[in-house]
T-cell receptor
Framework: DGGITQSPKYLFRKEGQNVTLSCEQNLNHDAMYWYRQDPGQGLRLIYYSQIVNDFQKGDIAEGYSVSREKKESFPLTVTSAQKNPTAFYLC?????????????FGSGTQLSVL | AQRVTQPEKLLSVFKGAPVELKCNYSYSGSPELFWYVQYSRQRLQLLLRHISRESIKGFTADLNKGETSFHLKKPFAQEEDSAMYYCALLKVPGNQFYFGTGTSLTVIP
């Protein structure tokens, strides 16, 4: 079950704490995405990156930060500024090219606040 | 702004009955639209895309620019079709994917 791996599967955050969600892919994909999934709200785009050392904000970037130092990795940090972090987080990647529409998803991380 | 709307959160049909999952979009450019599916305990995955004009697992979807719709259809539902379905729009340039809120389909035996 390779391709794109998210860890941990479950994560708990204390008040005022920053936590980092890992996303790694071995598909040699250029683009990577972070989505937040809340019941009844579908998937909302947090950040995305089309190339190493470059990333753009999505619709709900406030309270989150990312980095893209390596092609394979796109970690998401949920900062203390994110007041409602409890959600299911999905990472996805995509190859640029002829078949570039297809998103490959990870299995997700459930973040909860203690 | 780009937006994808799926008006039905839940949809139940009997096995063998036709099924239609609705998707409407608003987009100022030329849309590229997709349907993604998530089966129980599996990852979200691509079902089909409008530019391919393909039928996957008996499902088809036609882009209607006049009605700004991309409804997913299948003439005879099967139990294994029970899943969560998301309509998605790709914004180009920018390469941002926007998803609808999803429709949970249950096929009743």
């Amino acid at each position: 079950d390779g391709g794109i791996t998210q860890s941990p599967k479950y994560l708990f955050r204390k008040e005022g704490q920053n936590v980092t969600l890992s996303c790694e892919q071995n598909l040699n994909h250029d683009a990577m995405y972070w989505y937040r999934q809340d019941p009844g709200q579908g998937l909302r785009l947090i950040y995305y990156s089309q190339i190493v050392n470059d990333f753009q904000k999505g619709d709900i970037a406030e309270g989150y930060s990312v980095s893209r130092e390596k092609k394979e990795s796109f970690p998401l940090t949920v900062t203390s500024a994110q007041k409602n972090p409890t959600a299911f987080y999905l990472c996805a990647s995509r190859r640029q090219g002829a078949d570039n529409e297809k998103l490959f998803f990870g299995s997700g991380t459930q973040l909860s606040v203690l | 702004a780009q937006r994808v709307t799926q008006p039905e959160k839940l949809l139940s049909v009997f096995k063998g009955a036709p099924v239609e999952l609705k998707c409407n979009y608003s987009y100022s450019g030329s849309p590229e639209l997709f349907w993604y599916v998530q089966y129980s305990r599996q990852r979200l995955q691509l079902l089909l895309r409008h530019i391919s004009r393909e039928s996957i697992k008996g499902f088809t979807a036609d882009l209607n620019k006049g009605e700004t719709s991309f409804h997913l259809k299948k003439p005879f539902a099967q139990e294994e079709d029970s899943a969560m379905y998301y309509c998605a729009l790709l914004k180009v340039p920018g390469n941002q994917f926007y998803f609808g809120t999803g429709t949970s389909l249950t096929v009743i035996p």
